[in-house]
Nanobody
Framework: QVQVIESGGGLVQAGKSLKLTCTAS????????MGWFRQGPGKEREFVAA????????YFADSVKGRFAISRDSAAKTTDLLMYNLKPDDTAVYYC??????????????????WGQGTQVTVSS
């Protein structure tokens, strides 16, 4: 089993930046990737960004491309989601997820078996 914990959420003004951190623990050997998803008020959960553990290749939703960045620390088993130029539409609960399923698509939620509880990000206008 892999445990996943998010941290770093909060309230920020539009145009500001915020960093979310996800920490994986437990059975992290063979980790293939970690991803971030979000669910805004009255919306479906959607993909935000993901990183492949082997080569740190990143993937981004079109809505955040150019504004968000993702990185990972293999030794610490953490991944950071760096969010710049935040918009009110970015308001959501952000979930981190991890997968040990190699060669799976990292942009779909069904690829992930391990999920965190979520952290709230609120962007005020």
């Amino acid at each position: 089993q892999v445990q996943v914990i998010e941290s770093g959420g909060g309230l920020v003004q539009a145009g500001k930046s915020l960093k979310l951190t996800c920490t994986a623990s437990g059975g992290t050997s063979g980790l293939y990737g970690m991803g971030w998803f979000r669910q805004g008020p009255g919306k479906e959960r959607e993909f935000v960004a993901a990183i492949r553990w082997t080569d740190a290749n990143g993937y981004f939703a079109d809505s955040v491309k150019g504004r968000f960045a993702i990185s990972r620390d293999s030794a610490a088993k953490t991944t950071d989601l760096l969010m710049y130029n935040l918009k009110p539409d970015d308001t959501a609960v952000y979930y981190c997820a991890a997968t040990r399923k190699w060669f799976t698509s990292l942009v779909v939620s069904m690829s992930y078996a391990y999920w965190g509880q979520g952290t709230q990000v609120t962007v005020s206008s």
